[in-house]
Structure formats: C-alpha cells, structure tokens
C-alpha cells in the first residue's frame, strides 16, 4: 500500500485523498438524510427535526420543505455529489495514463453529472415529503385510537383514518400528557411528515392546552 502511494504523482495524492475524504462525508450526509425521511422526518442536515418538538401546521411545515430542505439540504449534497464523483474520475483516469488535461476536463463533467443526479434525486424525495404532508392534512379532526401508549412528553401511535384508510401515525399528546391504548383521541394538528398531535377524544372545550414557547 505505501509503494503504491508512493509511486503516485502529487496531482493523483490529491485526487485520492479528495476522493476518500467526500466519499466518507457525502454517504454519511445521505444515509442520514434517508434514515431520518424513512423515520417521518425531515432532517435539514442535523439541525431541523420536524418530528420532534417543533410545533408545525401543514403550511409552516411546505414553507420549511421549500426554503430549508429545497436550498440548504439540496446544494449541500448536490456540491458533495460533485466533488466525490470529481475526485474519484481524476484519480481513475489519470490511473489509466490520461494526461493531466484530459483528465481533469472528464472529471468535471463526471462531477456535474453527479451533481445534477443527486439534485434530481433529492428534488424527488423532497416532493414525496410533500405529498405525504398534504395526504396527512386529511385525518385532522378525525377520531382515531391510541394503538401504542404515549407516554408522558414522549410519542406513541394512534389508528386514524388518512384519506379514508386506517393508517398507522406517530403521535404526540396535547400538553405532553400520557395517554393509555385504547383511548380514543381526535388530531388537532401536523407535527411532521408521519406525525401528529392528539387530544382525548372526550375533551370536550377542545382546548390544546399546550404551554407558551
């Protein structure tokens, strides 16, 4: 390993070492991205987490998806997916004995390629975060039933009908009050992508209760 370091010139140490270095950042940046939409959120970059406490109607929740994920998340990524594909085609390439130029010119177009792929893939993702946003929007008011506790100031799951199928959802209670299984409760709002917060269902005053922030 260390004659075959050696043996490169600077301009290939450079592309390798580029190489590793974006490689390590940009699937560690995407896993977690997937890792956090699969969980029913949207995670701008560690720094935004839509289901947790954050308390979001359905339109503050389109106004983050276009300003936060659509312009931070995606050129963070997109410039990334540049530099990764940029770095790795340089090192290939001049690894095959094309000439400095040549080699240079080709990875720029390797890294725009994988620029415009991981935009078009993240513009994707992030339009089906909005889907399931507005698809949510149907169960509020509805009367469902709580199907895994919710503890006190933590997250459960309640049976509510979403666009007229009985669907699973995660959710939080009013004033972060337990609530038992079994319990009916109604959806007075959107706290996430696949998560919502619920009253009993026998509060009648339909007051939230929630404290000031």
């Given at each position: 390993m260390a004659e075959w370091w050696n043996s490169l010139d600077a301009l290939n140490k450079?592309?390798?070492g580029g190489a590793?270095?974006?490689t390590l950042?940009?699937?560690w940046q995407f896993v977690g991205m997937l890792i956090g939409m699969s969980g029913g959120e949207i995670d701008a970059d560690g720094h935004v987490d839509v289901d947790g406490d954050m308390d979001m109607h359905a339109d503050d929740i389109h106004s983050a998806a276009e300003s936060t994920v659509a312009f931070h998340i995606f050129s963070v990524r997109a410039i990334l997916a540049f530099f990764?594909?940029?770095?790795?085609?340089?090192?290939l390439y001049m690894d095959t004995g094309s000439t400095t130029s040549r080699s240079i010119v080709l990875s720029f177009a390797w890294g725009f390629a994988g620029w415009t792929v991981v935009a078009v893939l993240l513009h994707w993702l992030r339009k089906l975060a909005e889907s399931g946003t507005r698809r949510l929007r149907t169960c509020l008011g509805q009367t469902g039933t709580v199907y895994l506790d919710i503890p006190a100031g933590g997250?459960?799951?309640v049976r509510v009908a979403v666009s007229g199928v009985v669907s699973m959802i995660k959710a939080r209670a009013v004033a972060g009050t337990a609530i038992k299984a079994g319990s009916p409760v109604t959806v007075t709002?959107?706290?996430?992508v696949n998560s919502v917060q619920v009253r009993p269902a026998d509060d009648d005053d339909g007051s939230t209760n929630e404290?000031?922030?």
């Open positions: 450079f592309f390798y590793g270095f974006f950042i940009f699937v990764t594909m940029f770095t790795w085609a340089g090192a997250q459960g799951e709002r959107l706290m996430g404290p000031q922030k």
